[in-house]
């Protein structure tokens, strides 16, 4: 079983739609949740950064956290054409030596 | 803007040529990574520097020979490379924080936009 699941998609929603991406995982030990962006032929870029369970928003981005389900979501609320990319989450606990899981990434188009 | 610098931004190389590259970072981050990733997947590890010194490699091939001059700095040296080498080839860096607290990004991971080598 891989440490990281996330459902590929491909994802496609009309602009202004509400957009929900998820992952679970097996190791009951992370603490530490990202999401990234990644733009075609571009790096991931940091879109969020969660703590431990609870849920925590930036502008039109809400990400949430469920450890008891193992279980991460991010919202994107009044979705854009610009956000279609490719969202990977991502997740480590303490003393990895650094070592940090990724989800295989969820690509989302927004039709304008 | 990512603050984790790479260049170059596109490298082709042939299979028997030596090249190099580059990533930066002035973050005062004491762990930087590089990763390599295929289209439509997920990053993967390659190798990981913390405090300067080699604390990860992932069972990576010769051919890739990374090196850390200091802690701004990460090269990754290519020689003899292979056509299924080419990929998108990510530097990151990241804090090394143990804290608890949701404040505390020590155990986040930041990015270069990456550079796209093309073996041929």
Known sequence: QKEVEQDPGPLS?????????NCTYSNSAFQYFMWYRQYSRKGPELLMYTYSSGNKEDGRFTAQVDKSSKYISLFIRDSQPSDSATYLCAMTRLNTGNQFYFGTGTSLTVIP | ?????????????????KKSLKCEQHMGHRAMYWYKQKAKKPPE???????????????????FSPECPNSSL???????????????????????????????????????????LTVV
């Open chain 1, 13 to 21: 929603v009309p602009e202004g739609a509400i957009v929900s991406l």
């Open chain 2, 1 to 17: 803007d990512t603050e984790v610098t790479q260049t170059p931004k596109h490298l082709v190389m042939g299979m028997t040529n």
């Open chain 2, 45 to 63: 590890l390659m190798f990981v520097y913390s405090y300067e010194k080699l604390s990860i490699n992932e069972s990576v091939p010769s051919r």
């Open chain 2, 74 to 116: 990460l090269n990754l040296h290519l020689h003899a490379l292979q056509p299924e080498d080419s990929a998108l080839y990510l530097c990151a860096s990241s804090p090394l924080s143990s804290g608890l607290t949701d404040g505390n990004r020590g155990n986040t991971i930041y990015f270069g936009e990456g550079s796209w």
